[in-house]
């Protein structure tokens, strides 16, 4: 009832979301949604299988770390989505936003259409933070088309969960696909679909994400941009931090999905890689200030309760 009642008051304060860098700075009682961020702890007895060791994201990563970067841009609430494949730490997300709660919703690790879905489904669904699950790369582009996987999303459907798809614009198509089939399932893809570089998308990513566009159950996020660009192999210094630069991405995606479908993420800590907390969210927060209060509103709040309903609305 203490959890509840918070997040009721957070939402009914929250008049306004940040539509500009600057009020990000100066007016951090605004807040967002930021709706997706991964937590770990390397320190575990077991450790942990991802990230690995010697890099620099091979540290404790808890919501008091996300939270000391981001609450000065207004975001105080958070999507944690799982990137460990180990089922028992789906269970260990939930445990840490039993006790932190910025973490508002909690996108886990199962996949759909292997036997013990619908149990592991039913063991974690009652608690009202798990929003859903994710699911990636070849276990998606592998599986989709099983009568296995149908059944187990069209579960989630019918639990009012969300299904996160994160991989390259090779899933675009099939994703699109059991968009349309499955059409009580909301749908957010990750990453603006795995764009790559904004100085040379595909024509497949393009043409995917207008497929994806058109089927009204997807949503999109916004994240992940500076990480995916070619410079930041080199180190974050070498990321591009100029708004303009991304904007064939963030244009294509506006195009396909409008203000009603996008939605925040910062990746973080994996934003890292490639800048800041502060340099990614400025990317963003320009390109949606320019799209005015409404559209901003939506992309930094609105549209997650949508997709994933996290919050009371």
């Known amino acids: 009832m203490k959890r509840s009642m918070s997040r009721r008051t957070f939402l009914s304060q929250a008049a306004a979301v940040v539509a500009s860098p600057a009020l990000a700075q100066t007016a951090p009682t605004l807040r967002v949604v ?14 942990v299988p991802w990230p690995g060791k010697g890099t620099p994201l091979y540290r404790r990563v808890l919501p008091k770390d996300w939270l000391a970067v981001a609450a000065p841009h207004g975001a105080h609430e958070t999507i944690a989505v799982e990137a460990s494949a180990w089922l028992e730490d789906n269970q260990w997300i939930l445990d840490v936003a039993a006790v932190n709660k910025s973490i508002v919703g909690f996108v886990g690790h199962l996949l759909p259409h292997e036997t013990d879905f619908a149990k592991h489904l039913k063991r974690f669904a009652p608690n009202p933070i798990f929003r859903g699950i994710r699911v990636s790369g070849n276990d998606f582009l592998e599986n989709v088309d099983k009568a296995e996987f149908h059944s187990g999303v069209k579960l989630m459907a019918d639990l009012g969960l ?4 994160n991989g390259a614009p090779s899933l675009h198509q099939h994703s699109a696909k059991l968009a349309a089939a499955v059409p009580e399932l909301r749908i957010v893809i990750n990453h603006v679909g795995i ?10 990513w393009r ?12 949503f999109c996020k916004v994240s992940a941009l500076m990480e995916q660009t070619d410079a930041s192999n080199k180190g974050p210094a070498f990321a591009p931090r100029d708004t303009a630069y991304y904007k064939p991405i963030l244009d294509q995606c506006w195009n396909c999905f409008g203000e009603d479908r996008l939605i925040y993420g910062s990746n973080w800590p994996v934003c890292e890689k490639a800048g800041s907390y502060a340099d990614q969210f400025k990317i963003v927060s320009e390109y949606f200030s320019a799209k005015g209060r409404t559209a901003s509103e939506k992309y930094f709040l609105k549209n997650s309760l949508t997709a994933y309903r996290q919050l009371p609305q």
């Open 34 to 47: 930021d709706a997706h961020t991964h937590f770990y702890d390397p320190t575990r007895p077991e450790g």
């Open 162 to 165: 969300t299904l996160d798809i």
């Open 195 to 204: 764009a790559g570089d904004a100085a040379h998308l595909s024509d497949k």
């Open 207 to 218: 043409s995917g994400m207008k497929a994806l566009g058109a089927q009204k159950n997807v």
